[in-house]
């Protein structure tokens, strides 16, 4: 059974670099995309990017200027770090395991990707 | 435009039947994925793909598409269904992954 187990953040003030680090157990890094996902109280969730195992990354363009992800797979784990946080990323934030999936009906090719397993969500609050 | 948008709220009496649904231009290309989320918790996928149930997922929840809007449908909602749905995908031509605002469900 894949687990993902998150931790840091915390509490930061203004100017701040936030860290994550989740790491998986019971599956290997290889084939899927390993996203940070962040979710402000009371909001929906957002997407801040995706690492796959050769470190290959993509940011969501909103946020790219501030984020870095990073993956070590000797340690089967990655790493999120936000520079310059303000009270505006104050969210928790999840780490989760991506699926990209595309198939043929009748000659129509169709995709899917969704978030499998999830972290157990880390708070990071933003403060002076 | 990468947006997803999903109604802020439904309710369902006990038993009934409640759909919750998702636009948006990038639905054309990936089917919706939905999340059940309680509070404090993780998001759990509950739908993904054409109409796929991860293993525990109750066969009340099914997911259907009709151009660009996705639908979850739980027939017989029971009260442990109480809770907030997103739905998601993955924008191609922008290469993001977006989520919708979030409908709440609340079964009265």
């Known amino acids: 059974q894949v687990q993902l187990q998150q931790w840091g953040a915390g509490l930061l003030k203004p100017s701040e670099t936030l860290s994550l680090t989740c790491v998986v157990y019971g599956g290997s890094l290889s084939g899927y995309y390993w996203s940070w996902i962040r979710q402000p109280p009371g909001k929906g969730p957002e997407w801040i990017g995706e690492?796959?195992?050769?470190?290959?990354?993509n940011y969501n363009p909103s946020l790219k200027s501030r984020v870095t992800m990073s993956i070590d797979t000797s340690k089967n784990q990655f790493s999120l770090e936000v520079t310059s946080v303000t009270a505006a990323d104050t969210a928790v934030y999840y780490c989760?395991?991506?699926?990209?999936?595309?198939?043929?009906?009748?000659?129509?090719?169709?995709?899917?990707?969704?978030?499998?397993?999830w972290g157990q969500g880390t708070l990071g609050t933003v403060s002076s | 435009s990468s947006e997803l948008t999903q109604d802020p709220s439904v309710s369902v009496a006990l038993g009934q039947t409640v759909t919750i649904t998702c636009h948006g231009d990038s639905l054309s290309t990936y089917y919706a994925t939905w999340y059940q989320q309680k509070p404090g918790q993780a998001p759990v996928l509950v739908i993904y793909g054409k109409n796929y149930r991860p293993s525990g997922i109750p066969d009340r929840f099914s997911g259907s598409r009709s151009g660009n809007t996705a639908s979850l449908t739980i027939t017989g909602a029971q009260a442990e269904d109480e809770a907030d749905y997103y739905c998601n995908s993955r924008d191609s031509s922008a290469n993001l992954v977006v989520f919708g605002g979030g409908t709440k469900l609340t079964v009265l």
């Open positions: 690492i796959i195992h050769t470190g290959r990354t």
């Open positions: 989760a395991r991506g699926r990209s999936v595309t198939t043929a009906f009748g000659g129509v090719v169709v995709h899917q990707y969704y978030f499998d397993y």
